[in-house]
């Protein structure tokens, strides 16, 4: 059996479509076709049922994938690292949102590097959970944390953690609000406060007064920055409150720098997902990086 083939069908199989399929592999969309046919007549029998909008792997297409899709991966390793005496040294992909893998994805797997024969050569990236995901399934990164978990069989996606958030705001705000500051448990009057956030649509102020108290924030940013440690600085300077993952500013409201103005019963919380493209946990230094970052986060709280 061509594995050139068989490369094409994994890549249709973990991407869904053969237009996503041609452009991963760099061919055209006919020429994909025309390779999957062939292995279908090769083997008799059909490996993808064509919808409207990508198609879906048949039991035979789902078992061939399975046996298939990690001694590929195996043999792309090999091309890819060679086997001259740095071949040992393995180079590990990660993307994933900045402060996130910052503060406690990167710390973690920077234990790894350095370990005889496991050692890693670490290469990060940082970008949205889209940007992250999809350069994940295009081949770019060999590990992505998301917090979404992606859809379609390309991608595998295993929960890391739970991110805590908390409203914080500097002295200063805390004070104006005074110990009835919170209206007797009613939303806070958002119209009269400035707010610090990451983009224009308050996504951590929204997504926390949604949970908290059932409503939508009325009020626009005073500082928008795309980087959760800057929204931090500014809020502890006085700039406004904001909506921030407890992991970031835990030593902030131990030193002062900022105050929680709420400790509701049941903080809103949002999921970090661990993702891979499907089949790539057979590489030994994926699956280490991998089951390594899942026992760090047991430990995070």
Not at 196 to 217: G, I, Q
Not at 251 to 280: C, I, M, N, Q, S
């Amino acid at each position: 059996m061509d594995l050139a083939l068989l490369r094409t069908f994994v890549t249709v199989h973990r991407a869904g479509s053969f237009t996503r399929a041609a452009a991963l592999l760099g061919l055209s969309q006919p020429a994909v076709t025309s390779q999957i046919r062939t292995l279908e007549r090769q083997l008799g029998r059909p490996l993808f049922l064509r919808q409207a909008r990508g198609v879906t792997p048949t039991t035979i297409g789902d078992e061939l994938a399975h046996k298939a899709a990690p001694h590929l991966d195996a043999l792309v390793e090999i091309a890819e690292t060679g086997l001259d005496e740095e071949s040992s040294m393995r180079t590990l992909h990660l993307a994933g949102p900045p402060e996130f893998t910052a503060e406690r994805a990167l710390p973690a797997l920077a234990a790894l590097t350095g370990q005889g024969g496991h050692s890693y050569a670490l290469r990060a990236s940082f970008g949205t959970t889209d940007e992250v995901l999809e350069g994940l399934a295009a081949g770019h990164h060999d590990l992505a944390i998301a917090t979404a978990r992606p859809r379609g069989a390309l991608l595998t996606a295993t929960p890391l953690c739970d991110e805590e958030h908390v409203l914080v705001a500097g002295e200063r705000w805390a004070a104006r609000l005074g110990p009835h500051g919170l209206g007797g448990g009613g939303a806070l009057p958002l119209e009269n406060l400035p707010v610090v956030e990451v983009h224009e649509t308050l996504p951590f102020v929204s997504r926390y007064w949604a949970a908290v108290f059932d409503a939508c924030p009325g009020a626009s940013g005073a500082v928008i920055v795309p980087d959760l440690r800057a929204v931090l600085a500014c809020a502890a300077s006085g700039a406004g409150l904001a909506v921030l993952p407890r992991y970031l500013c835990a030593d902030a409201l131990k030193r002062g720098d900022v105050v929680a103005l709420l400790e509701p019963p049941v903080p809103p919380l949002r999921t970090y997902f661990l993702v891979v493209r499907t089949g790539t946990l057979a590489m030994p230094h994926i699956a280490r990086a991998h089951e390594w970052l899942l026992r760090v986060a047991a430990e995070w709280s």
